[in-house]
Structure formats: structure tokens, C-alpha cells
């Protein structure tokens, strides 16, 4: 499980953390934090379909 979990979980943090300068958070308190960090990870998973999106849409419009 330990391995896996270094496949699967880390890289979303350190390419939130290095991409996104998501190292410090700006708002303060608990839910501040919480909203930044979910803004985040939501940026990411849109990047994430917007580049897969694209990919697919580039096949299939040349195959």
C-alpha cells in the first residue's frame, strides 16, 4: 500500500505545491485555508480534463 500510495496521492500535492504556489496559502483561519486549498485542487483537476480534452480532441480530428 505504501508504494502505491507514492504512485497515486503524492505527485497531485508537489504539482499543486511547484505549479500552482500552493506552498504558502493566503487566507487566514480554517475555513479561509479550506476554501483556498479546494480552489486549488479544483484549478488542478481542470487543467488536468482541459489538457486531456484537448489530446483526445487532437486525435480525433486527425484519425
Same mark, same amino acid.
Given at each position: 500500500?505504501?508504494? &502505491?500510495?507514492?504512485?497515486i496521492v503524492e505527485p497531485v500535492f508537489g504539482q %499543486?505545491? +511547484?505549479?500552482?504556489?500552493?506552498?504558502?496559502?493566503?487566507?487566514?483561519? /480554517?475555513?479561509? $485555508?479550506?476554501? /483556498?486549498? &479546494?480552489?486549488? $485542487? $479544483?484549478? @488542478?483537476? !481542470? &487543467?488536468? %480534463? !482541459? &489538457? @486531456? $480534452?484537448? +489530446? +483526445?480532441?487532437l486525435t480525433a480530428a486527425t484519425g
Open positions: 500500500p505504501y508504494s &502505491r500510495r507514492k504512485a %499543486i505545491m +511547484t505549479c500552482q504556489n500552493g506552498r504558502q496559502l493566503l487566507l487566514r483561519g /480554517e475555513d479561509g $485555508a479550506r476554501g /483556498e486549498w &479546494r480552489l486549488l $485542487a $479544483a484549478c @488542478h483537476n !481542470f &487543467r488536468k %480534463i !482541459f &489538457r @486531456h $480534452a484537448r +489530446t +483526445t480532441g
